[in-house]
DNA sequence: AACGTTATGTAATAATATAACATTTATAAG
DNA sequence: CTTATAAATGTTATATTATTACATAACGTT
């Protein structure tokens, strides 16, 4: 189970607004979305995105520089994320599988390195979009 | 095997200066170090990044936004890559591992979604860093 | 209360990437 | 070989994403 982690103020505001979007958010759409609130800068919200990534409770969507919630409330999982991203409608989801994420944390190679931490992301089109 | 492509003049002076460095290389260093040869424009790196992402000649490192000469002669890999990113010297290399990539490209879930393609960044510290 | 740590506020700027438009070069079809 | 079309180039401006630097405030512990 995931440490519970107290959030501030901003950090919680953040979160909240993610979390409710239901979808990956950009930084400054996350801004515009919290000047409301008085969170004015930009480092504000970075360094509030940066914060619930360390602990977990969102994932940077690397492919396009978002931000999206948590979905799997058990887990190791800022250290092993897997998304699939329709690259037609840019709809995003975490993908909680266990057998993958055995295959890839167990994953070793010939390299000598030692994996702490990977990030996966699939490619293609959702059923809605494939329909179309 | 790859389709041989006939690079143009940019993409053949910008892919050169990529797989030379033998590591991964950021837009706007590589604009640095082609001025000489008359590109002077970011936007004519990133056109001739983005033909060269496309047609599989480099990939792109999401997590750190740089750009790496594909090492992997023979494959359908622009759409099936795997890296291993080490999170002290940023060394990175592209992982050739035919289960990996059998165990991913035909990997599927309940969501409908037919995966086209697929990114995953490994991190953790190489050999060297290890030892330090 | 004093201390160290974490979070906040604010301004400025760095780093990454794209839009819009004009022109040139390469490729293929007639 | 010439016309049409697609691909690549050149150039300016601007949009988007992210960090540096510095000052202050709040929180948690002893």
Chains 1, 2 share one sequence.
């Not at 901003?10 to 979160?15: A, G, R, V």
Request: with cysteine; glycine share 4%.
């Amino acid at each position: 189970m995931q440490k519970e982690y107290n959030l501030s103020k901003n950090q919680k505001i953040i979160f909240d607004l993610i979390d409710k979007s239901g979808g990956p958010m950009k930084a400054y759409s996350i801004l515009f979305n919290v000047q409301k609130k008085g969170i004015k800068a930009p480092l504000q919200v970075y360094r509030a995105l940066d914060k619930l990534v360390e602990i977990g409770k969102i994932h940077k969507i690397e492919s396009r520089n978002a931000f999206i919630a948590c979905q799997n409330s058990s887990c190791q999982i800022s250290k092993a994320t897997a998304f699939s991203i329709c690259e037609s409608c840019e709809n995003v989801s975490e993908i909680s599988n266990s057998k993958l994420s055995k295959y890839l944390s167990n994953f070793s190679d010939n390299s000598g390195m030692k994996y702490s931490k990977y990030n996966l992301e699939f490619f293609g089109l959702c059923k809605k979009c494939k329909s179309k």
